[in-house]
């Protein structure tokens, strides 16, 4: 059993930065796939970023050049440094693993663009 634990949220106005932070617990070995999803209010839960043990990250167009996930093993820690954040970018954000074929989901960190 994995579990997660996010943190860096908060309010920002629009263009700024924010970067989350997930630790993991409870794996015995390295994690194989990092991710972070979002959902606003209204909407279903999307993709933010990916980045498997040992291949490249990918995103949606939607964040593509102002997000950056990165990820290091021997903290069981993923990041995702978030920039030029605008207003769309408001939602919820949850840290995801898939390890040993099973999906773990963190309880999410709120982050809010707004002037």
């Known amino acids: 059993q994995v579990q997660l634990v996010e943190s860096g949220g908060g309010l920002v106005q629009p263009g700024g930065s924010l970067r989350l932070s997930c630790v993991a617990s409870?794996?015995?070995?390295?994690?194989?796939?990092w991710g972070w999803y979002r959902q606003a209010p209204g909407k279903q839960r999307e993709l933010v970023a990916r980045i498997p043990e040992g291949s490249s990250t990918n995103y949606p167009d939607s964040v593509k050049g102002r997000f950056t996930i990165s990820r290091d093993n021997a903290k069981n820690t993923v990041y995702l440094q978030m920039n030029s954040l605008k207003p769309e970018d408001t939602a919820v954000y949850y840290c995801?693993?898939?390890?040993?074929?099973?999906?773990?989901w963190g309880k999410g960190t709120l982050v809010t663009v707004s002037s």
């Open positions: 995801n693993v898939i390890q040993y074929g099973v999906n773990y």
């Open positions: 409870g794996s015995r070995f390295s994690i194989a796939v």
